[in-house]
């Protein structure tokens, strides 16, 4: 059981000269927490390293 609903869920907010406006978006593959590290640092123009695995980031994925 969740405690509040709604807290298996992941919101962010991205907003930048570079960053489209998307408003809130729906229909679009799965985003995981996983991601998070990878993602922010992408954008910053770094390489996010660590000692465990992660996952690429958010727009390095590449397409189905």
Known sequence: HLLIDGSDEIWMAMVG???PAGGEMKNTKP?????MAQ???G???L??????????????????
Request: charged share 20%; aromatic share 12%; with cysteine.
């Open 39 to 41: 993602t922010f640092a």
């Open 47 to 64: 390489e996010y390293q660590c000692e465990h695995p992660v996952a690429n980031g958010i727009f390095d994925q590449p397409d189905e």
């Open 17 to 19: 000269p570079d960053i």
């Open 31 to 35: 985003v995981f927490q996983r991601q």
């Open 43 to 45: 954008l910053l123009g």
